[in-house]
Every structure is written in structure tokens, then in C-alpha cells.
């Protein structure tokens, strides 16, 4: 297969993305036992969630909804980088491996804008659809609150 033929697997975001994915797998699994359900499956989700985004958001046809989901994706991206600060605040990553996470995350969130200006500049499907959001049809949702039903009493501070 060639290079061209890989399609998104090509993005120099996904795969410097592909890299802070297996870093975050290899985090999680070194973490504590306590974590398994809070910060190890949170920086699986968010590293994951940035490869899965970055696919969706090539596999679209209308140049908008494909950088809506590159939205998505560097919000994922941002969201790894802060899980790596959180673990080396807490003791389980020392400041080389965060330095090495900071510095990848840069480069995918570079690369991926870089990807979005291209993109946005092309303006594919712009002629055919317009050039608005592709958005799904919007659910009204209504909550009635019943007040005699709320806690009067106000929760400690901590």
C-alpha cells in the first residue's frame, strides 16, 4: 500500500496522535489500581476519542463538517495533555516523559491546523451544499422542576 493510498493514516496529526494514544495506554496500565476508573480510563478515552475524530472528520464529504470533527479531535488533544499534567502532578509521570507529551501534543495540534487551513481553503462540497454547518435536526427538550422537590439544605464546602 502506498503512502497516498493510507488516506488518513497518512495525517501527520494522526500520527503523532497514534503515538500519545500508545503513551496513554502504557500510562494507564502503570497507574495505580484506584485509577483504573477515574483517570486511566479517562486519558484512554481522550487519546482514543483524538484518532477516532481525526478519521471521522477525513472520511466526511462537506468541508465544514470534516473541521468540525478536527475541532473535536484538538479538544481531545488538549484534553490528553492536561490528563499527562494531572498524572505528573500526581507522581505517576516525571518531567521528561510530560516534557516528551507536551511537545508531541504540540505537533499534532500544529499539524492538524495546518490540515484545517488546507481544508477550509479547498471549501469541498461548498458549491453543492452552501456554506453552512451540516448540523442534525435539533430535539426540543422540556424539564419541569418541581421546587418542593429540592434539597434545602446547601452542600459543605470543601
Known sequence: ??????????????????RL???SYKLAQSLPVYEKYNLADQIRRASLSVLLNIA???GRFHYLDRIRFFYFARGSLTEVLSAFIAANSLGYVDEEQLSWVRETEM?????????IAFIRKQQQGGSEYG???VREQESEYHISLQTDDLDPEPSPDF
Open 1 to 18: 500500500m502506498s503512502e497516498q493510498d493510507k488516506g488518513f493514516e497518512s495525517l501527520a496529526s494522526y500520527q503523532h496522535s497514534l
Open 21 to 23: 494514544l500508545k503513551a
Open 107 to 115: 505537533e499534532a495540534e500544529k499539524s492538524l491546523n495546518g490540515y
Open 56 to 58: 471521522e472528520g477525513y
Open 131 to 133: 456554506n453552512k454547518y
